[in-house]
C-alpha cells in the first residue's frame, strides 16, 4: 500500500469534516478545482453556506456534486448521520477518501482547566476524527470498496510543551489510531490509511485558540514558522500523492517524524536518517532553551495565578 505513488481525485467523492473553515476548506477548493465531488461537514450552517459558495467558484465541470451538511462529529451518533447523509447522495456508496479535518483547540495551563475544558480536549481532538474514521471503515469493508482515511494530527501529535495538556494527548492519540490501521488494514485490499501532522496554520481555528494561549506558549511556539491553510492543504495531497503514512509539511515537523518514527515507514531512507540524526543534536539544545524560559517564567506564573483567582 506504501508504493501506490499516484493519486487522482479527478471523479472521486471526496468528504471533509470539518471542511468551512481552515485546512478543510482549502482542501475542498483545491479538490473541487481537480474534479472531485466534495461533502463538507461542519456544525455552523452559514459558514457552510459560505463554503459552498466558495467551492462552487472551483467547479472544474458540470457534473460535479458539491455538498454541505450541519452535524456534530464530537459524538458516535452524529458521526454515524453525517456519514449517512453524505453516502446518501451519492447511492447509498461510502466516499472515496475521508479528509478528517474537523477539531479545535484551547490552550491553557493545566490547572486553570475545568473538568469541561480537560475532557472537550480529547474530544474535539480525537473522537471528533476517530468515530468517522472508525464508522468509514466498517462501510468500506462491507463494500469492498477502496479508498482513503486521512487523519489529521498536528506538531503537537509528535511532541508538547506548557499549555497543551488538554490537546496534545490526543493529538498523540491519533497517531497511535492511525499506526494501528496502517497494520490493520493490511486484511484489506487497497484501504489506506495516512495521518497529517501540520504545523501551525494561519487559519479562524488559530485565531480562536490564541484567545486562550498562555503568552509562554506563544512564545514557544514561535520557533515554528507556520504555513497557510493553502500551502498545508498542498502539502497533505503531496503526502497523499507520495503515498506516505506519516505526513508532514514542514522541516521541523519532518525532523520530528524522522527522531519519533517507531515503526512508521520511512519517506526517503537517506534524508529520514540525516533528519534522525540532525534532531538527536538540535533537539536537546532546542529542549535546553525551552526549560530555560519556561523556569524563568515561574514568578511571572504564580502572578498569573494569583490574578485569576486560582487560589481563592
Ligand atoms: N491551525 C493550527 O495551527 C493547527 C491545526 N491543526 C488541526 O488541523 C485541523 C484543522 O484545523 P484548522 O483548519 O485550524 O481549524 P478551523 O477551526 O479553522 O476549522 C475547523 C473545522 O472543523 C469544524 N468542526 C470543529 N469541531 C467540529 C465538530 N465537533 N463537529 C463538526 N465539525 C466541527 C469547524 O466548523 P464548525 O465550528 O462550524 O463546526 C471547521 O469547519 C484540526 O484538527 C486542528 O486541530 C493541527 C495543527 C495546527
Ligand atoms: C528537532 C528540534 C526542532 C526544534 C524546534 C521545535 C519547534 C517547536 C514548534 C512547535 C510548534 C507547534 C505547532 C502547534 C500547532 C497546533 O496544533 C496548535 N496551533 C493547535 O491547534
Not at 461542519?42 to 472551483?58: D, F, H, P, S, W
Not at 482513503?148 to 498536528?154: C, R
Request: with cysteine; proline share 4%; net charge neutral.
Amino acid at each position: 500500500m506504501w508504493f501506490s505513488k499516484t493519486w487522482n481525485p479527478d471523479g472521486l467523492h471526496i468528504y471533509i469534516t470539518g471542511g468551512s473553515t481552515g485546512l478543510g476548506l482549502s482542501l475542498a477548493l483545491i479538490l473541487a478545482s481537480q474534479g472531485a465531488h466534495v461533502s463538507i461537514v461542519g456544525r455552523n450552517q452559514a459558514r457552510l453556506n459560505e463554503a459552498l459558495q466558495a467551492i462552487e467558484k472551483c467547479r472544474k465541470r458540470p457534473d460535479q456534486l458539491f455538498a454541505v451538511y450541519s452535524f456534530d462529529l464530537s459524538t458516535y451518533a452524529g458521526s454515524a448521520d453525517a456519514l449517512g447523509a453524505v453516502c446518501k447522495a451519492h447511492d447509498d456508496r461510502s466516499p472515496d477518501a475521508i479528509f478528517n479535518c474537523a477539531g479545535s483547540s484551547k490552550p491553557m495551563f493545566l490547572v486553570n482547566m475545568t473538568e469541561h475544558d480537560m475532557s472537550a480536549g480529547m474530544i474535539q481532538g480525537y473522537w471528533v476524527q476517530a468515530w468517522t474514521t472508525m464508522l468509514a471503515a466498517k462501510r468500506m469493508v462491507r463494500e469492498g470498496a477502496k479508498g482513503k482515511i486521512v487523519l489529521v494530527s498536528s506538531t503537537l501529535g509528535y511532541m508538547s510543551f506548557v499549555g497543551y495538556a488538554s490537546y496534545s494527548p490526543a493529538k498523540h492519540a491519533l497517531r497511535g489510531l492511525a499506526d494501528t490501521l496502517q497494520s490493520e488494514f493490511m486484511l484489506y485490499d487497497g484501504l489506506d490509511v495516512h495521518v497529517f501532522f501540520p504545523p501551525t496554520m494561519f487559519t479562524p481555528g488559530y485565531e480562536e485558540e490564541n484567545k486562550t494561549k498562555p503568552k509562554i506558549t506563544r512564545h514557544i511556539e514561535s520557533t515554528d514558522g507556520g504555513l497557510t491553510a493553502d500551502e498545508a492543504a498542498r502539502a497533505l495531497l503531496e503526502g497523499i500523492r507520495r503515498g506516505h503514512a506519516h505526513i508532514t509539511g514542514d522541516i521541523i515537523t519532518s525532523l520530528f517524524r524522522a527522531s519519533t518514527r517507531g515503526v512508521a515507514p520511512r519517506h526517503n531512507v537517506l534524508l529520514d536518517i540525516v533528519y534522525d540524526f540532525a534532531a538527536a543534536i538540535i533537539a536537546p539544545i532546542w529542549r535546553n532553551g525551552v526549560d530555560k524560559r519556561v523556569r524563568a517564567h515561574r514568578g511571572e506564573h504564580q502572578q498569573h495565578l494569583r490574578d485569576s483567582g486560582f487560589f481563592l
